[in-house]
């Protein structure tokens, strides 16, 4: 598509001298190893006490595995929680800034069609979003190297399913933004996807569960989980919790596995494909729209 | 010989309540010809020449540029446009932003590192490193005549192209028309500058309100013995209503 390789090259190159993306991503490279050199201090600290860990209930190899949950555990939450600060800064200033600033007048009035320059924005959003996300990730991957092996392939796992759910939000927010003011496009996408999709979501998952037995009432549930996007779950999050649990030994291991959210299947990843491309669409007929 | 651009009863309103901002507007630009669109502020001009360009989408009416219509990217591949107030993506250098629309405009590798140094040299660009943010008002609309003009176009369209210019960038852009005009260039100047439009154009067109109140060649429009000034501020005067020039407690102080 004619034009969409040079909007896409020179949004990445944008992107990577704002200085927020710059910021997120320094604070989550600084606290990634902060948390695994802190809790590896920890375990150096707690393995020189003669008197072991919990009294010498616990073996050192046990306490450092433990520590190595934890520090996944933590990970999960830190990529996910860098990952939409990172999709929504992509999202808020990809397109917006352009048409706010007065430069799309400029663009627009090239020979480039208004589906080039979205596929070049959204193209670009996406390539950023992964590249820094990406980076965290590895960065991540070496500092497990403190803790051993045995759950790397669990953080690839989260990995795909945290950039998959920030894809989703950066879509949301970059359409949004082509129609609104960006902050505005920023809090009405968290309200949405954050706020009333967890909200349908976790009421779906309570419901499967058989919580709530009035029918009527699941199949209410089930009609608005198919309405929203679904946040993509791994593997991981659920292995994490079981060896929590057989770690803590294993007590009602069932019953406590029941409010982790199953990993996403078939359904939610095709549901997730269908949304991204709704968004996309969405995006492109926000610009298409749009009068500078 | 076909018109670069055709203008028919070209209307436009960006509200329902509002007034027309556009109404009614019909006139054709040949090439080599250099026409002049006046006007008092909210005149229209501006939306006029954001139509031809195919940024703003007129209400009813037509335009045709270059034989299409001017949604059509084709259309806008001979078309240079250079917008009032420009601006661009901020975290990039001159040179970026003209490599990044000598790509849009389908330039290859050789062109660019022909036209870029160029361009850049012309509009006094050549030996600025900062990026587009630290630009002053000036440096900005220097750029935007500069990628105006990168795609060697066939129309040139100039909204208030002079208007944050210094006096050597003021003749240097006139000496641009006058040149781009000799090679067969149309050119479609929207300035409050009267005298500037006087010395560059062949056909001038006088809006207020949406709607042309006059339109013809220079010596239709400016009689002998009169200037342009003169009929224009008459003109729209005479179509819009009295207003005291001062406010009372300015014309009313005492010394």
């Given at each position: 598509m004619n034009g969409s390789g040079a909007v896409a090259r020179y949004t990445l190159v944008e992107l990577s001298r704002r200085r927020i993306l710059l910021v997120f991503f320094i604070v989550g490279a600084v606290g990634i190893i902060a948390l695994g050199i802190g809790l590896k201090v920890l375990y150096q600290v707690a393995s020189s006490n003669?008197?072991?860990?919990g009294n010498g209930a616990v073996d050192p190899a046990t306490f450092d595995h433990f520590l190595e949950l934890l520090f996944v555990s933590y990970l999960f939450q830190a990529l996910a929680v860098f990952a939409l600060l990172i999709a929504y800064a992509i999202g808020m200033t990809a397109i917006y800034h352009d048409l706010d600033s007065g430069a799309a007048v400029s663009i627009f009035s090239k020979p480039v069609s208004r589906l080039a320059f979205a596929t070049g924005k959204v193209g670009a959003a996406v390539v950023g979003l992964i590249a820094i996300v990406g980076l965290l990730a590895l960065e991540a991957r070496l500092v497990m190297f403190l803790f051993g092996g045995g759950l790397e392939n669990a953080l690839t796992g989260q990995l795909i399913a945290v950039m998959a759910n920030a894809i989703v939000v950066m879509l949301i927010v970059l359409s949004l933004s082509t129609w609104i003011n960006n902050i505005l496009a920023a809090v009405v996408t968290f309200i949405y996807f954050n706020v009333i999709t967890g909200i349908i979501t976790t009421l779906h998952l309570v419901a499967d569960a058989g919580v709530i037995g009035n029918t009527a009432v699941r199949n209410v549930f089930d009609v608005l989980y198919w309405l929203v996007p679904h946040q993509l779950v791994s593997s991981a999050v659920r292995d994490l919790a079981q060896a929590e649990i057989q770690m803590s030994g294993g007590v009602q291991s069932n019953q406590a596995l029941a409010s982790v959210p199953a990993p996403s299947g078939p359904g939610d990843i095709a549901w997730w494909v269908f949304t991204v491309f709704v968004f996309a669409a969405l995006v492109y007929y926000a610009v298409r729209r749009r009068q500078v | 010989m076909a018109a670069v651009v055709t203008v028919q009863n070209l209307r436009k309103r960006y509200r329902r309540r509002d007034p027309w901002a556009v109404d009614g507007v019909t006139f054709d630009l040949q090439p080599g010809q250099a026409f002049g669109l006046l006007g008092p502020n909210g005149a229209g001009k501006t939306s006029v020449v954001k139509m031809i360009a195919g940024l703003v989408r007129p209400d009813s009416g037509s335009i045709t540029l270059f034989g299409t219509?001017?949604?059509?990217?084709v259309a806008r591949k001979d078309l240079g446009f250079s917008p009032e107030d420009p601006d661009f993506?901020?975290?990039?250098r001159a040179s970026e932003v003209l490599d990044y629309f000598a790509s849009l405009l389908g330039l290859d590798g050789a062109e660019r590192k022909r036209r870029i140094p160029e361009t850049l040299a012309f509009a006094g660009l050549d030996t600025e490193h900062r990026?587009?943010?630290?630009?002053?008002k000036g440096m900005k609309q220097r750029l935007g005549i500069a990628q105006a003009i990168l795609g060697r176009p066939k129309l040139l369209v100039l909204d208030?192209?002079?208007?944050?210019?210094d006096p050597i960038g003021r003749r240097d852009v006139r000496a641009l028309i006058e040149r781009l005009k000799e090679s067969g260039v149309a050119i479609l100047l929207n300035s409050h500058l009267l005298s500037e439009v006087e010395r560059v154009c062949d056909t001038v067109a006088i809006l207020a309100r949406g709607r042309v109140l006059k339109e013809g060649t220079m010596a239709e429009v400016v009689p002998e013995g009169s200037n342009l000034e003169d009929v224009f501020v008459q003109l729209v005067e005479a179509n819009q209503p009295q207003r005291d020039h001062l406010p009372s407690f300015i014309s009313d102080a005492t010394p």
């Open positions: 003669p008197r072991g860990f | 219509e001017p949604g059509n990217p993506p901020k975290f990039l990026q587009i943010r630290q630009y002053s208030e192209p002079t208007a944050d210019l």
